[in-house]
């Protein structure tokens, strides 16, 4: 096995452990939380238990951010194993609660998918359409790695990703979701998912793809390796 396959092998193994890891907290919460079954409008939560789900998502994020950095020397590579790790993860995660519970009924079905800054929610099918396209993005980062040490995205591909993935936040978090002045999460039930600012977001990381692929960097198909 090459030295990028068995990196990506072994961050493929802690990715789906991790998200084995999360939908077990999500089966326990749900039995207390939930015993009739996960539904908007959502279950109030005490205050500690809602702080300790906020540092338990800060250390999620910090354990792929972990990986990342110990499975690479340099920025990008470390920005494409991060973004590799972090889209495995999300799509597991699905579909482990997908085994363990029998959820989503559908890709349509609305979820809570993340709770800093605000509380994010969405349908489940949102966030795996952002986890195929980071996937996609980390996969072009290598590739261009591989053909060019000096590798980077240009400013207007970062300007195009970043300002895509600000409106998919944007389309997750309105309306934001008061939280109650006891610190608990309060919400009602939530209107249907508007679709056109997360599209419009997709099309612009889609974009920055697009020119990311036509742009010629040496020998763009080289095949050789930088871990």
Same mark, same amino acid.
């Given at each position: 096995?090459?030295?990028?396959?068995?990196?990506?092998?072994?961050?493929?193994? /802690?990715?789906?452990?991790?998200?084995?890891?999360?939908?077990?907290?999500?089966?326990?919460?749900?039995?207390?939380?939930?015993?009739?079954? /996960?539904?908007?409008?959502?279950?109030?939560?005490?205050?500690?238990?809602?702080?300790?789900?906020?540092?338990?998502?800060?250390?999620?994020?910090?354990?792929?951010?972990?990986?990342?950095?110990?499975?690479?020397?340099?920025?990008?590579?470390?920005?494409?194993?991060?973004?590799?790790?972090?889209?495995? #993860?999300?799509?597991?995660?699905?579909?482990?609660?997908?085994?363990?519970?029998? #959820?989503?009924?559908?890709?349509?079905?609305?979820?809570?998918? !993340?709770?800093?800054?605000?509380?994010?929610?969405?349908?489940?099918?949102?966030?795996?359409?952002?986890?195929?396209?980071?996937?996609?993005?980390?996969?072009?980062?290598?590739?261009?790695?591989?053909?060019?040490?000096? /590798?980077?995205?240009?400013?207007?591909?970062?300007?195009?990703?970043?300002?895509?993935?600000?409106?998919? !936040?944007?389309? /997750?978090?309105?309306?934001?979701?008061?939280?109650?002045?006891?610190?608990?999460?309060?919400?009602?039930?939530?209107?249907?998912?508007?679709?056109?600012?997360?599209?419009?977001?997709?099309?612009?990381?889609?974009?920055?793809?697009?020119?990311?692929?036509?742009?010629?960097?040496?020998? #763009?198909?080289?095949?050789?390796?930088?871990?």
């Amino acid at each position: 096995m090459k030295p990028l396959e068995k990196k990506y092998a072994v961050i493929t193994v /802690f990715a789906v452990a991790m998200a084995f890891m999360e939908a077990a907290v999500v089966v326990y919460l749900r039995a207390l939380y939930y015993p009739g079954g /996960f539904a908007f409008s959502l279950a109030v939560l005490p205050r500690n238990i809602f702080l300790i789900e906020i540092a338990r998502e800060a250390a999620t994020i910090i354990m792929l951010g972990a990986a990342a950095l110990l499975a690479s020397r340099k920025f990008y590579g470390r920005f494409a194993v991060f973004l590799y790790a972090f889209a495995v #993860w999300d799509i597991f995660y699905y579909v482990f609660l997908k085994a363990l519970l029998g #959820w989503p009924g559908s890709f349509f079905e609305m979820d809570v998918l !993340f709770l800093i800054p605000v509380v994010w929610r969405g349908p489940v099918l949102a966030p795996l359409i952002c986890s195929l396209t980071m996937l996609v993005l980390g996969a072009m980062i290598e590739r261009g790695r591989a053909a060019a040490e000096n /590798f980077r995205l240009s400013a207007a591909e970062w300007g195009l990703l970043w300002a895509g993935a600000i409106i998919i !936040f944007i389309s /997750f978090t309105l309306p934001i979701y008061d939280l109650a002045g006891n610190g608990v999460l309060n919400s009602d039930s939530p209107p249907l998912y508007n679709w056109r600012p997360f599209l419009g977001g997709e099309f612009l990381i889609l974009l920055a793809l697009f020119i990311l692929s036509k742009r010629r960097v040496k020998n #763009w198909s080289g095949s050789g390796e930088i871990c």
